[in-house]
Every structure is written in C-alpha cells, then in structure tokens.
C-alpha cells in the first residue's frame, strides 16, 4: 500500500462518532429487560470493570462480537444518502433513519463541532465509534488496489490500520463523568460487503458503487448498555493531527 494513497482517501473517509458509560448505577435502566445467556454472563465482569455502564471488548452482545457490529453500523451508514446522512447531521434530526432492532447506531461527524439532540427507545443498546475509518474497493483510482501478491482483505484492513495508528486526543464523558480505557476498545472490522447509496460520491466516499463491494474498518468503538429513562449528556473528542482532523461532538440524549 502506498502512502500517497492512503493520504488520498483519508480526508474524505475519517469520522468519528462515540457514547460513554459512568459506574453510576442510576445509568443503568431500572426496567427489567430480556437478557441474552451472554449478556446475564458480563454481570461477573461488571464487578471489576470501572466502566461498568458499556459491554467489554470481549462481549458478544445479541450474539455479535464488536468486530460484527462495527461491520454492521457501517452498512446502515452507508446507505443513507447525503442531505440525511447522520454523520453529517448538525442538529440530530436525522439520527432514528433506519434504525430497527436491539442496538441502535450513534454517528459522529466528517469533522468539526457539532450539538445533536437525540431521542432513543429505552432498552436500547447503544454502539458508536469514537473515531473510525472505511477503507473500500474497488475505488475509481486503478491504483488503489492490492500488491502482487496480497489478499483485498490484508490490503483493505492494513490500509485502515495505518491511518487509525495516528489517531489520539480520545477523550469521552456521559453526564460529565470521564470514561477510562479507551485504547482497550479498537476494533478491525475485518473483510465484509456492504451496498453503499451511491449518493454518497458526493460528500464522503468516491469510491462508493452504489453496488455490493468489499469494505474493512478500523477505529475506536463502544457498546452502551440502555440508559435509565431521562436526560443524558454525552461530549466526545478525538483527531489525527497528522492530517489536521479532529472532532468535537455534544450528544443530548432522551431515554424515552
């Protein structure tokens, strides 16, 4: 992989979005919710994880690890066209498109400051990245592509490895308490397929098909066990000053 290649597609494919969880109990839904065997499992963890409010990395929630989730917030997001995209949302109103089952998918932004104001169904998970990135193929630029030699998934999963080592600066809090660890929570998709809209060309990805192609991630990923009904607060941050990219994003956030 080259250099200038990766360079190429940073600015148009790094973003970011991030939920955090406090050990404040209150957090936690008070409502009785079904529980899957691997969910009932983490009770025993919980009591030495100082971040007690998200899954560890090693959970599998509703039978999905964080890898398979990752790669599933990924086909949500990019089906969504530009003008209601929620990675590029300024205010939140597009964050409930296409939003169905168990855990329900945060975004972050292309960049920048923003505020959202959200509302999601209690009993929900919650799942966000931090920080992340899509490298995907096959893109316009012949060059972009697998050497001689290596797999399109070693060349997709190195190639989004290589931007998401610069990453830093990642800082969370929920209710203006600090989540500790974040480095333990980088997850690497591995190879999937996704359909893209192909709208998105326009504002994000060039090499978005509008067909079903191959994509891998890399980033900084959560799971939030579902918030007590009310209001919560989140604020996240995070960048790559190598390529002067960096976010800044205030979540106000309705358990309902």
Known sequence: MQKNQIMKKNTLLLLGAALIATMVSGLISCQKENKTEADTALAAEDRSNPNSAVYPPT???????????TADWWRWAAGIPCATNPIGD????????????????????????????????????????????LMDHPCPDPNFGPAPGQSLEEFLTESAAELVDLAGGLEVTLDGVALNNEENYR?????????????????????????EQAGASDGYWMILKPLSRGQHTLHFQAGVPAFGFSLDVTYNITIQ
Do not use: M
């Open 59 to 69: 959970a599998h929630v509703n039978g999905k690890s964080y890898s398979e989730w």
């Open 90 to 133: 300024p205010t939140g109103a597009n964050a409930g498109i296409n939003q169905s089952g168990p855990v329900y998918f945060l975004a972050g932004t292309f960049g920048g400051a923003v505020t959202r104001n959200v509302t999601i169904p209690h009993g929900k998970k919650i799942l966000f990245p931090i920080i992340n990135l």
């Open 187 to 211: 997850f690497p998709s591995g190879l999937f397929y996704f359909t893209g809209n192909p709208d998105l060309t326009n504002c994000f990805d060039p090499c978005i098909t509008g067909e």
